[in-house]
């Protein structure tokens, strides 16, 4: 019996290319295929999750929503994994800035991620397994940037299931230790893509600061989030 179409997918076998950008947010997906596809068109609308694939410079590329937080990320990570045959998945993400040298706007590319949660457990390693990206891509991310003349931060981010934490201070290890920004995704996806033998990355644009009252405007989340996004298609594109 077929995997596909899943709970939460209902695409056909085919529809998503083997490389899909993943945001957070499934009306940036939106925004990303109309903005930089051609020949787009819907793949997912399950729970709202929307998912695109189109040709991006002649090669075709797919956009989805991951949703917030690992459980959701877990969910659709393993099934483009596992019952799409996706081969790359790469997060396009906002993250909040834990060291004092990362501003907002900064585009950060997450080598590793350190988790907050309970996700890594079901993979019954002792000890604390390194979630990492696959430096196939990311050796890609950062030749694009530089090709394309956009700045990046390469290291350690904390991905956290909790957005509101009752926790006080609960950065300040992490600062310590030279953690770059925090986000909600990332550990899953690439422990997901360990486990299944694929590849992941994750690239950031920092909206705010965990220790400085800093946001972006509207309009500079616009451009901030263009020049990540901008990295992420070449990536894909030679992925
Ligand atoms: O902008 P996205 O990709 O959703 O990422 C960040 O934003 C959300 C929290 O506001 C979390 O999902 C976090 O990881
Ligand atoms: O998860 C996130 C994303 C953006 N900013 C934060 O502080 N946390």
Redesign the pocket.
């Known amino acids: 019996m077929s995997n596909i179409p899943t709970p939460h997918i209902e695409a056909k076998a085919g529809d998503f290319a083997k490389t899909v950008l993943m945001?957070?947010?499934p009306l940036r997906a939106k925004y990303i295929a109309e903005t930089y596809f051609e020949q787009v068109r819907c793949v997912n609308q399950v729970r709202g999750m929307l998912g695109y694939t189109g040709i991006y410079k002649g090669k075709e590329l797919s956009v989805m929503g991951s949703g917030?937080?690992m459980p959701s990320i877990g969910i659709y990570s393993y099934e483009l994994f596992h019952f799409y045959d996706v081969d790359n998945i790469i997060?396009v993400?906002?993250?909040g800035a834990i060291l004092d040298d990362v501003n907002v706007m900064d585009v950060v590319i997450g080598m590793g991620a350190s988790i907050v949660s309970d996700y890594p457990d079901q993979f019954d390693c002792p000890g604390h397994l390194a979630p990492l990206a696959d430096y196939h891509l990311l050796s890609t991310a950062v030749e694009s940037a530089k090709e394309l003349g956009t700045p990046v931060r390469v290291g350690n981010i904390l991905s956290e299931d909790a957005?509101y934490t009752d926790r006080q201070n609960s950065k300040d290890c992490f600062r310590k230790m030279g953690v770059l920004a925090v986000?909600?995704?990332s550990g899953a996806l690439y422990l997901n893509a360990a486990r299944a033998g694929k590849r992941a990355l994750c690239i950031l644009t920092i909206s705010d600061h965990i220790y400085k009252p800093e946001q972006l405007t509207s309009e500079q989340r616009q451009t901030g989030f263009g020049k990540m996004i901008e990295i992420a298609l070449e990536t894909a594109n030679r992925a």
Request: charged letters at 30%; zero cysteines; a negative charge.
């Open positions: 945001p957070g947010d917030m937080g997060r993400g906002s993250a957005f986000e909600m995704e």
